[in-house]
């Protein structure tokens, strides 16, 4: 009887997916292939492109699935494998992982333009973010607004000038929502790059938290108008989805990854234990191992694989 029920659950779980891509048409299916995956990489390449209009405000995707069907592992395979070499010489990358997290609006804020500076430093290591020339670069835009008030100080006292400018570098750099602005104008205005941000595992959040994580997106959004990524429940948009504040992204279109079948999961790992038995064979002829009576059993790697 419980055979009988898991099947059943896993009926329903397709069929919701179906009825899901079928009727909305907002909904797009991910299809990541061994060599790309072409949905995502074109949405990311039309708002983020140099000719693009949209560059400059940034974009919000969400990527839908239940829980275990592989979003934060599509997201890694695809940032290290799948993106085309021309979008990966041009992007950069932070991810931000939302596990153990306790959002409470307010305070999260400073919490997550922590986290993307420190996710953005570790992935994009040929950016050092202590580097005065590059510190000039993401701040470039206060230190103008700034220059006649460092003229006065300059024609005053040099030395006064400069202590200042150093002053004020450690305080921009000492505040995380100036320096996580600063950083992605810095990209996206002066390097003319990509900023992909990946909020990860926002579907292993409470229904409370997941939607504070959809608030603190938007203002992230509005802050460095990056290609946000927000990795959420299907179940969660699909009954939220028309209420604050999910109804705030109702033109926009969502992709949904599906989980690979589990036949197809075992077939796949079969597969690949042949593989590996067939190159042991060429190293080790016959295996042995001993049962519980002490009895050693000898068998070759071939009677294995036809096992």
């Known amino acids: 009887m419980l055979e009988v029920t898991e099947y059943d659950k896993i009926l329903e779980s397709l069929l919701k997916e179906r009825i899901a891509i079928r009727d909305d048409v907002s909904v797009r299916q991910l299809h990541p292939e061994r060599s790309g995956e072409e949905v995502l990489a074109a949405e990311i390449e039309l708002r983020t492109s140099l000719e693009s209009e949209q560059r400059r405000v940034g974009h919000l995707q969400i990527i839908q699935g239940g829980v275990g069907s592989g979003k934060s592992l599509f997201m890694e395979r695809y940032k290290q494998q799948l993106q085309p070499d021309a979008a990966k ?7 931000i992982d939302f596990v153990g997290s306790q959002l409470r609006l307010g305070g999260a804020e400073e919490w997550l333009c922590n986290r993307f500076i420190q996710s953005f430093q570790a992935e994009n290591p040929d950016i050092d973010l202590t580097d005065l020339t590059v510190l000039r670069g993401i701040f470039s835009r206060k230190i103008v607004s700034r220059r006649a008030g460092y003229s006065m100080l300059e024609a005053a006292s040099p030395t006064e000038a400069q202590v200042q400018r150093a002053k004020d570098l450690m305080e921009w750099q000492d505040k995380p929502e100036v320096m996580a602005q600063g950083l992605a104008e810095y990209v996206i205005g ?4 990509a900023l992909v941000v990946v909020m990860d595992n926002v579907d292993q959040l409470n229904l409370e938290d997941q939607l504070s994580a959809f608030r603190l997106t938007l203002w992230f959004l509005e802050l460095t108008h990056a290609f946000i990524i927000l990795q959420m429940r299907d179940e969660t948009y699909e009954r939220y989805k028309d209420k604050p504040p999910l109804d705030t992204f109702r033109t926009g279109v969502v992709f949904h990854i599906s989980p690979p079948r589990f036949v197809d999961v075992v077939k796949r790992r079969l597969e690949l234990s042949i593989e590996f038995l067939a190159k042991e064979k060429e190293r080790q002829r ?10 050693r059993i000898r068998y070759s790697s071939g009677e294995l694989e036809d096992f």
Do not use: C, L, N, P
């Not at 016959?286 to 009895?295: F, N, Q």
């Open 190 to 193: 002066s390097r003319h790059q």
């Open 89 to 95: 010489a041009r992007t950069k990358w932070a991810t």
């Open 286 to 295: 016959d295996r042995t191992y001993a049962i519980e009576s002490g009895m």
